[in-house]
């Protein structure tokens, strides 16, 4: 790269630093925010190009850091370093909503716990069911998130006995329990909801609460409780 292009590059990554330190990330475009993102993992040239590139295919932001690594190196101009950065980055994010999950007073917001799902699973290619430990007064525990069951593109078996186990076995007083639909579509099925019934009676055996079932993709979120199903 000539000297003057990489002046010119240092001083693009300047102003957008100064624009994100004055008006944080409502202050730029997408793929402006994209670039910002890229400049720490690209120390040098121009990252527009490729961050218009990660848009055009992915969409937003989001659709970004939801996609695979493979497809996210067969961007022109990424390199081997920055998809792994940008997964780091997702991968943060959702320790982060975990980290604040736990330091909530309770758990029983629908809105809270489909965010924190559909960050954590939404995205992926295959159904995973997973489950949240939370105490009596339906706060997480710590590090109070496990994956039980992984499964292909449409299914993954949960066996009651199994979520009660372990529930038990980490002393929890409730569980709020999520599984993905790799699909899209978070309409639940007669299975899912037979697989409900089946989770609360085990529950209520030992005495457990079953606070919600949610169902998530990357856009949407179903929560039984909300529609009355729990």
Same mark, same amino acid.
Do not use: C
């Given at each position: 790269?000539?000297?003057? &292009? ?25 793929y ?21 590139a ?29 998809p ?9 994010? *959702? ?6 999950? &736990?330091?909530?007073?309770?758990? *029983? ?36 998130? &496990? ?10 078996a ?13 002393g ?31 529950? &209520? ?11 998530v993709?990357?856009?949407a979120?179903?929560?039984?409780r ?5």
């Amino acid at each position: 790269m000539k000297t003057s &292009e990489l002046h010119n590059s240092h001083g693009h990554r300047s102003r957008l630093r100064a624009r994100f330190l004055k008006a944080g990330a409502q202050g730029l475009a997408d793929y402006e925010l994209v670039e910002l993102l890229l400049t720490l993992a690209i120390p040098r040239g121009d990252v527009k190009g490729p961050a218009k590139a990660l848009i055009a295919r992915f969409g937003n932001l989001r659709g970004i850091l939801d996609a695979p690594l493979e497809d996210l190196a067969a961007v022109k101009g990424l390199g081997t370093v920055a998809p792994v950065a940008l997964r780091i980055v997702r991968e943060a994010a *959702a320790l982060y909503l975990q980290g604040r999950a &736990e330091a909530q007073e309770s758990l *029983a917001d629908p809105d809270a716990l489909a965010a924190f799902w559909r960050m954590r699973i939404g995205a992926l290619r295959d159904e995973v069911f997973e489950v949240a430990y939370l105490d009596s007064t339906l706060r997480l525990l710590r590090d109070g998130v &496990e994956r039980l069951e992984e499964g292909t593109v449409d299914r993954a078996a949960v066996y009651p006995r199994r979520v009660v186990e372990a529930a038990l076995k980490r002393g929890a007083a409730a569980l709020v329990v999520a599984h993905n639909h790799p699909a899209g579509d978070v309409v639940p099925s007669e299975h899912d909801k037979l697989l409900t019934r089946a989770l609360v009676l085990a529950a &209520e055996t030992v005495h457990l609460k079953i606070v919600d079932h949610l169902i998530v993709s990357s856009d949407a979120a179903f929560s039984f409780r909300a529609a009355g199903l729990l």
